[in-house]
C-alpha cells in the first residue's frame, strides 16, 4: 500500500544547514509536498514539487526528488530557532488524497 | 488571504454530549476536507466534500457527521464520542479535488472526551 517513511528527529546547529529525507512508495504521486507544523498549531504548507521536477528552490528552502528511487528531500539554509518544528513529507494518491509520513522534529541546537 | 479558519481552538465534551466544530475559508476553495490528528502521530483524512457535495468518507464512524451549508463552510458534528476519538481535527481547503490542487489547512480544534 501507500507509505511514506521518514527519520523522526534531527538536530541541526543554528546557522548550518537541515537536510530532511523522506522516501515514499507511489511512483504515480503527481505532487510531493513539505508541511510544516509547529507545537500547537496546525499545518503550513512550506512547499511542493510536481514528480516531473527534480529540484525546486524557494529563499532558504530546497527540495531535492529522485523519482528513480522514490526520494524526497528539504533543505533548510540557515537554519534559525524558528525553524524549530515538526516537518512532514506528503504524497498526493489519487485526487484527493494525500498520505503523510510520521513526521520529523526538527531540533535547533544554540 | 490563504485563511482557513477554524472554531473552537478547544473543546472539551462529555461522552454524551452534542457540539459541533467549524470551519469557513474565503478563497473561494470548491473542496474541503477534515483530517484527524492523534498526538505524534501524521493526518489522517476522515471526509472530503466537493462543490458541497460528500465525495469521500474514509470509514469514519456515523457519531462524527459533517455538514457543508455552503462553499465556505464546513461543520462537523460530534455527538456519543468516546475517550479514543481524543485528537487534533483539522480542516482543510483547496481550489478544487484535483493532486494538482495544494490543500491548505487551518490551526485546527483541540478536541478532549471526558
Known amino acids: 500500500g501507500e507509505d511514506v517513511e521518514q527519520s523522526l528527529f534531527l538536530s541541526v546547529r543554528e546557522g548550518d544547514s537541515s537536510v530532511i529525507n523522506c522516501t515514499y512508495t507511489d511512483s504515480s504521486s503527481t505532487y510531493l509536498y513539505w508541511y510544516k507544523q509547529e507545537p500547537g498549531a496546525g499545518l503550513q504548507l512550506l512547499t511542493y514539487?510536481?514528480?516531473?521536477?527534480d529540484m525546486k528552490q524557494d529563499q532558504r528552502l530546497t527540495v531535492l526528488l529522485n523519482k528513480k528511487d522514490k526520494h524526497l528531500s528539504l533543505r533548510i539554509a540557515d537554519t534559525q530557532t524558528g525553524d524549530s518544528a515538526i516537518y512532514f513529507c506528503?504524497?498526493?494518491?489519487?485526487?484527493?488524497?494525500?498520505?503523510f509520513g510520521k513526521g520529523t522534529r526538527l531540533h535547533i541546537l544554540p | 488571504d490563504t485563511e482557513v479558519t477554524q472554531t473552537p481552538k478547544h473543546l472539551v465534551m462529555g461522552m454524551t454530549n452534542k457540539k459541533s466544530l467549524k470551519c469557513e475559508q474565503h478563497m473561494g476553495h470548491r473542496a474541503m476536507y477534515w483530517y484527524k490528528q492523534k498526538a505524534k502521530k501524521p493526518p489522517e483524512l476522515m471526509f472530503v466534500y466537493s462543490y458541497e457535495k460528500l465525495s469521500i468518507n474514509e470509514s469514519v464512524p456515523s457519531r462524527f457527521s459533517p455538514e457543508c451549508p455552503n462553499s465556505s463552510l464546513l461543520n462537523l458534528h460530534l455527538h456519543a464520542l468516546q475517550p479514543e476519538d481524543s485528537a487534533l481535527y483539522l480542516c482543510?481547503?483547496?481550489?478544487?479535488?484535483?493532486?494538482?490542487?495544494?490543500?491548505?489547512f487551518g490551526e485546527g480544534s483541540w478536541l478532549t472526551v471526558v
Open positions: 482543510a481547503s483547496s481550489t478544487t479535488r484535483g493532486a494538482g490542487n495544494t490543500i491548505y
Open positions: 506528503a504524497e498526493s494518491i489519487g485526487d484527493d488524497k494525500i498520505i
Open positions: 514539487i510536481f514528480s516531473n521536477m
